[in-house]
């Protein structure tokens, strides 16, 4: 604070300066974004890098995904027996299952995954190459480095996310019939008819619209924080690249959950 001076005034500089940062930021952020998307509908178009990031970020996923779908389901059936049951409605079980897991679990801890396992690798592989000049060597070669290695993870990203999003509803159903059914005598019949009735296709169309927005948010943040390592003021090289991941992961699971809120809002 004390570039602001030490009078009275010194905290409203303080702030005027730091939000005058922040706004920066965020405009870049967004030229970024918008600028990363426009690529991949642009051509020439990247297919075998595409492809390479469908496989990083999908398939690498998978396992994880999984995993992760299979106890969240098992819980989901495990806390919606014991509260159901005690209004006599735990044939209603499936439909709780299904619709938090439709609706908001399976895109939000999808989106959470990746950003973990994925998004995080983004950003320290493209901090890496701006730290080691990689980057500048592109742009000496005329070739627009966010066209060649941004847009391709944004596309890669926007087809893995629904797909893993799928993947992850259907898994974490399976693993709410293991609790509710398997292990707790709920009515197979009545699991699978209460799901079939109760979700609806604006249900399944909402998951399915978050998991695009938030793989264009995930990508785009992850990248962005890899790209601009190099203007940090605090920390260069490694440093800067351990804080650029750090912040990607942060601010990524930050914008996951707003855009989450925002975006239910309209569906509501």
Same mark, same amino acid.
Not at 16 to 23: K, N, T, Y
Not at 131 to 138: C, G, R, Y
Not at 150 to 159: D, E, F, H, L, N
Not at 223 to 241: E, I, K
């Given at each position: 604070?004390?570039?602001?001076?030490?009078?009275?005034?010194?905290?409203?500089?303080?702030?005027?300066?730091?939000?005058?940062?922040?706004?920066?930021?965020?405009?870049?952020?967004?030229?970024?974004?918008?600028?990363?998307?426009?690529?991949?509908?642009?051509?020439?178009?990247?297919?075998?890098?595409?492809?390479?990031? &469908?496989?990083? &970020?999908?398939?690498?996923?998978?396992?994880?995904?999984?995993?992760?779908?299979?106890?969240?389901?098992?819980?989901?059936?495990?806390?919606?027996?014991?509260?159901?049951?005690?209004?006599?409605?735990?044939?209603?079980?499936?439909?709780?299952?299904?619709?938090?897991?439709?609706?908001?679990?399976?895109?939000?801890?999808?989106?959470?995954?990746?950003?973990?396992?994925?998004?995080?690798?983004?950003?320290?592989?493209?901090?890496?190459?701006?730290?080691?000049?990689?980057?500048?060597?592109?742009?000496?070669?005329?070739?627009?480095?966010?066209?060649?290695? &941004?847009?391709?993870?944004?596309?890669?990203?926007?087809?893995?996310?629904?797909?893993?999003?799928?993947?992850?509803?259907?898994?974490?159903?399976?693993?709410?019939?293991?609790?509710?059914?398997?292990?707790?005598?709920?009515?197979?019949?009545? *699991?699978?008819?209460?799901?079939?009735?109760?979700?609806?296709?604006?249900?399944?169309?909402?998951?399915?619209?978050?998991?695009?927005?938030?793989?264009?948010?995930?990508?785009?943040?992850?990248?962005?924080?890899?790209?601009?390592?190099?203007?940090?003021?605090?920390?260069?090289?490694? &440093?800067?690249?351990?804080?650029?991941?750090?912040?990607?992961?942060?601010?990524?699971?930050?914008?996951?959950?707003?855009?989450? *809120?925002?975006?239910?809002?309209?569906?509501?």
């Amino acid at each position: 604070m004390a570039e602001y001076g030490s009078g009275a005034a010194a905290p409203l500089a303080w702030l005027g300066g730091r939000s005058i940062s922040v706004l920066r930021e965020m405009g870049r952020y967004a030229l970024f974004a918008g600028k990363s998307l426009a690529y991949v509908f642009k051509p020439p178009f990247q297919f075998f890098k595409i492809i390479e990031q &469908v496989y990083f &970020v999908g398939v690498r996923s998978l396992t994880v995904i999984l995993l992760i779908a299979l106890f969240t389901g098992m819980v989901l059936g495990l806390q919606g027996y014991y509260t159901l049951i005690k209004f006599g409605t735990e044939g209603l079980l499936g439909a709780a299952v299904a619709l938090s897991l439709i609706r908001e679990l399976g895109p939000v801890l999808t989106a959470i995954m990746v950003i973990g396992r994925a998004g995080s690798a983004m950003s320290a592989e493209i901090g890496i190459m701006r730290i080691s000049e990689q980057i500048d060597a592109l742009d000496t070669m005329d070739i627009d480095p966010i066209r060649f290695l &941004v847009s391709p993870k944004v596309a890669g990203s926007i087809i893995a996310f629904p797909l893993l999003t799928a993947l992850f509803d259907v898994v974490g159903i399976i693993g709410g019939w293991l609790t509710g059914v398997a292990m707790l005598g709920v009515n197979s019949g009545i *699991y699978f008819h209460r799901i079939e009735s109760s979700v609806g296709m604006m249900d399944v169309t909402g998951g399915f619209i978050k998991s695009l927005i938030f793989a264009l948010v995930v990508a785009t943040m992850c990248c962005y924080q890899g790209y601009t390592t190099h203007l940090r003021s605090r920390g260069f090289g490694a &440093v800067g690249v351990s804080l650029s991941t750090t912040t990607a992961v942060v601010l990524s699971c930050i914008l996951v959950l707003v855009t989450d *809120y925002v975006v239910t809002t309209f569906f509501m």
